[in-house]
């Protein structure tokens, strides 16, 4: 399906962007890297039509990362740019008659009370879709949304202070010298290392399912345990300090029983562990 066909990534430097682009190319395609600093290009339409002329396959994954912590204290820091992004680069991919485009939204619309600028924005670009699906059948039905949950890896910004679990953990315990864990570490998450996600991105496209599809391990682990395994790899004691945030338990189902993750947790771990101590 893939070979010879012209595909833009749109967060192609990203931390699930770089695992995509190693399986797309492996499968022949000539991948057109949107090289985005912060995704700023895509708040113009202009761009996203030019980045969009001439391609076969779109994989839209640009966006503002970042936890609980700063999009509640940065709301709009993460809600307009967001908005702007997936707005443009669906008008901008209906436009220019792009035969397939997958757009990346979030477990956060799955529980929106506990996230909700993130979840509004990417319940933005979903309902941006269905209304294709009514309007411009010849797009919309062209569509596929993943949901991907926390996602982990070898290549995220192990510099960003707004890091997500692992990254942030795996930071400190190679910087550090204790593995400091906000809470009592009993907080419930599913997490899916970068490259399986990379992976059921392409089964998507391929399969084309008709409603979004949850990438997820569909396995609750506590940040207790995930502390546990960095503990084991590089001998930092945890430490635990002040009281727990966000919601107890936050784990995706399974809805799409065709794609299995392939690396479980303690592997992709250690794989992260091992990369960037080779760094």
């Known amino acids: 399906m893939f070979e010879g066909k012209i595909v833009l990534v749109t967060g192609s430097e990203g931390m699930i962007g770089k695992e995509l682009v190693i399986l797309l190319e492996e499968k022949g ?9 912060h995704g700023s290009e ?5 761009n996203c039509n030019a980045y969009c002329r001439d391609v076969d396959y779109v994989f839209h994954l ?16 993460f809600l307009v740019p ?17 035969k397939r485009f997958l757009y ?17 924005a990417k319940m933005a670009g979903e309902m941006q879709i269905e209304a294709y699906k009514i309007q411009y059948p010849e797009f919309g039905n062209n569509c596929v949304i993943v949901r991907p949950a926390n996602v982990y890896g070898r290549f995220d910004d192990f510099e960003n202070p707004d890091a997500m679990v692992i990254t942030s953990l795996v930071h400190k ?19 899916i290392n970068a490259k399986d996600v990379a992976r059921g991105m392409i089964q998507a496209m391929e399969e084309m399912p008709e409603k979004p599809v949850n990438l997820c391990s569909g396995k609750g682990i506590t940040i207790k345990e995930i502390a546990e395994i960095i503990l084991k790899e590089t001998g930092k004691p945890i430490k635990y300090v002040g009281l727990s945030q966000g919601s107890q338990v936050r784990v995706m189902k399974m809805n799409w029983f065709s794609f299995k993750p392939q690396i479980s947790i303690k592997e992709g771990i250690k794989e992260v562990i091992d990369w960037i101590s080779m760094k």
């Not at 895509?42 to 202009?46: G, H, K, M, Q, S």
């Not at 640009?62 to 820091?77: Q, V």
């Not at 990346?104 to 509004?120: C, H, L, R, W």
């Open 29 to 37: 395609a000539i991948v057109v890297h949107a090289d985005l600093k």
């Open 42 to 46: 895509l708040r113009e339409f202009n």
């Open 62 to 77: 640009a966006g503002i990362k970042g936890n609980p912590k700063m999009t509640s204290s940065r709301p709009a820091d």
């Open 82 to 98: 967001m908005l702007q992004f997936n707005t443009n680069m669906l008008e901008a991919a209906r436009l220019q008659g792009v």
């Open 104 to 120: 990346t939204s979030s477990i956060a619309v799955e529980n929106p009370e506990t996230d909700k600028y993130p979840a509004f």
């Open 173 to 191: 315990a190679l910087t550090e010298d204790q593995i400091e864990v906000w809470g009592n570490g009993m907080q419930i998450r599913d997490f």
